[in-house]
Each structure stands twice: as structure tokens, then as C-alpha cells.
């Protein structure tokens, strides 16, 4: 696969990484959960 077809894919992912963590510390915001912890979820 060329870089062109898999950045996109990539972009994607890295999206729903992004709501999924936003969504860990809307819903827990007494845990103060840090940027390190949410990498390895």
C-alpha cells in the first residue's frame, strides 16, 4: 500500500482515539486520568 491510501486510515484512527479519550475523562472526571494512561487503553 502506497502512504497516500494509509495516512487517511491513520487520520481515522487517530479521531476515534480522540472521542474515546474525551469520553473516558467526560465520564470519570474525579479520576484524573493522565495522557500516558489513556495510551496504553
Excluded: F, N, Y
Excluded at 16 to 34: C, D, F, G, N, Y
Amino acid at each position: 500500500m502506497e502512504a497516500g491510501t494509509i495516512e487517511p486510515h491513520i487520520r481515522i484512527a487517530v479521531q476515534e482515539l480522540t472521542l474515546q479519550r474525551s469520553k473516558i475523562v467526560a465520564l470519570s472526571p474525579s479520576a484524573r486520568i493522565s495522557p500516558k494512561a489513556l495510551d496504553i487503553i
